[in-house]
Every structure is written in C-alpha cells, then in structure tokens.
C-alpha cells in the first residue's frame, strides 16, 4: 500500500488517477507504481532509473494501447495529407531571425506554377541566386534547375538538384533536405525550412526581388528560362 505520508504529498502536489493504484517509495532509483494483481511493465526514464507499473493483467493491453497513443502523439502526421498547392509560397529558414542578426539571409519560394526561386545573401562574402522547377511525390520535395554563386573565393555556376523530405507539424509544414555534399553555397546548408507566407517576401539586404507572383515568376524564367516541351505546356 501507498504510505500515508506518500499520499499526502501526492494530494498535495494535485495528483490524481481513475486507476486504483499504490506508489511504493523509491528504492534504489525504482519507482514502484503498483495495481492489485497483474503483470509487469518496466519502463526505462531519461534519469536513468527504472518505473515499473504493475498492471491487472485485464488491463495490459489497454495500457498498451494508452501508451502507444502517449508516444505517437507528438510525431508529425503523414506529408500526403497536405495537396501539392499547399506548398506554394514563401519559407523561411530554421532559426532565421539569429541568422539574420548574424548576416546570413536565404529566400525560399515556390511559385504555384511549380517553379521555384531561392537566393541567399552575406553580405560582402556570398550572394547566390538559383532557379527551376519544384514537385512533390509521396513525403518528398524535389528541386531541379540551375544556379550562380558568387562568393569572394570564387564565382560558379552549378545545375541545382535538391530533394527535402516534408513534415506536418502542429505549427505547420517544415521541409527537411536529404544530407548531401553542398555545392550551392549558403543554400546548401541542411537547415530545414518552415512554410511562411503564400506570397512573395524577399527579405535580402542588397539583392532586389519583386513581392508579387507576376513579377518573380517572370524573374524566375530569367533565371533559368522555359524550353522545349516545358514551355509548350503553359
């Protein structure tokens, strides 16, 4: 049984369960929660000692159950639940705001047309622009076109191939890149990236990009320009 003084504290502190159970005071770094008759299921803690939970053994595959539920919880749901359009927009970078105090800025869009524009900037060190086409299959991403980078060790232009894997969390999408070796510069860095706005919102300190879809699509086809049958299709 729970010691009188053990459930003192615990109506003290607001614990309570439905579940008829006793706490048994820990021993040796085991903590002892107990249900009259049953199985046992042990559980390993991050303080490194062991709660054990002693279970009717009816109830052993509710418990189960329970558990599962606990630990699932908090893992993203699948990225097939979002359509492709969902994706269209503006992303920011993880941590943006420290970046950019730091100096580095890295724009993100895609264009609902299923083209794309990233650009990153440090000023007096690094400003890369790259464009192309974007598609989503299953939980991926996929970047494909071409790019310039220019930096002060070197200048470079580069095809642009970069697959992300999507996840739906509670505070919205996040794309996560496949690790790779970076060729791109400040946009090859393995930040993910949050959903931020659906429009346009260049946010570089010296390189000028337009805010509306109409004017950066037209940027982009610059960038890397439409032929042969991909062009034929608009």
């Known amino acids: 049984m729970t010691p009188?003084?053990?459930?003192?504290?615990?109506?003290?502190?607001?614990?309570?369960?439905?579940?008829?159970?006793?706490?048994?005071?820990?021993?040796?770094?085991?903590l002892a929660i107990g249900v009259p008759a049953g199985g046992l299921l042990a559980l390993r803690v991050p303080a490194g000692g062991l709660l054990?939970?002693?279970?009717?053994a009816g109830c052993v595959l509710a418990l189960g159950v329970l558990l599962a539920f606990v630990c699932l919880a908090g893992l993203p749901a699948p990225a097939s639940a979002a359509p492709p359009e969902k994706f269209a927009g503006t992303w920011r970078i993880d941590a943006a705001q420290q970046l950019e105090q730091q100096g580095f800025?890295?724009?993100?869009?895609?264009?609902?047309?299923?083209?794309?524009?990233?650009?990153?900037?440090?000023?007096?060190?690094?400003?890369?622009?790259?464009?192309?086409h974007w598609s989503v299959t299953g939980d991926k991403l996929y970047l494909a076109g071409q790019g310039e980078v220019e930096?002060?060790?070197?200048?470079?232009?580069?095809?642009?191939?970069?697959?992300?894997?999507?996840?739906?969390h509670d505070t919205g999408l996040r794309i996560v890149p496949l690790p790779e070796k970076n060729r791109f510069g400040m946009m090859g860095w393995p930040n993910g990236?949050?959903?931020?706005?659906?429009?346009?919102?260049?946010?570089?300190?010296?390189?000028?990009?337009?805010?509306?879809?109409a004017t950066m699509l037209e940027r982009i086809n610059e960038l890397a320009p439409?032929?042969?049958?991909?062009?034929?299709?608009k």
């Open 4 to 30: 009188p003084s053990t459930r003192r504290s615990l109506r003290a502190a607001g614990i309570s369960s439905p579940f008829p159970f006793t706490l048994a005071p820990p021993r040796r770094g085991v």
């Open 52 to 56: 054990a939970l002693r279970v009717p």
């Open 105 to 132: 800025f890295h724009f993100f869009y895609l264009h609902p047309s299923g083209r794309f524009l990233l650009a990153a900037e440090w000023p007096g060190h690094e400003t890369s622009r790259f464009a192309g």
């Open 151 to 168: 930096t002060n060790q070197g200048n470079w232009k580069v095809e642009f191939n970069r697959t992300f894997t999507i996840v739906i």
């Open 193 to 213: 990236f949050q959903y931020h706005r659906q429009r346009p919102v260049p946010n570089l300190p010296t390189l000028d990009l337009p805010p509306d879809e």
């Open 226 to 233: 439409e032929t042969g049958a991909k062009k034929k299709k």
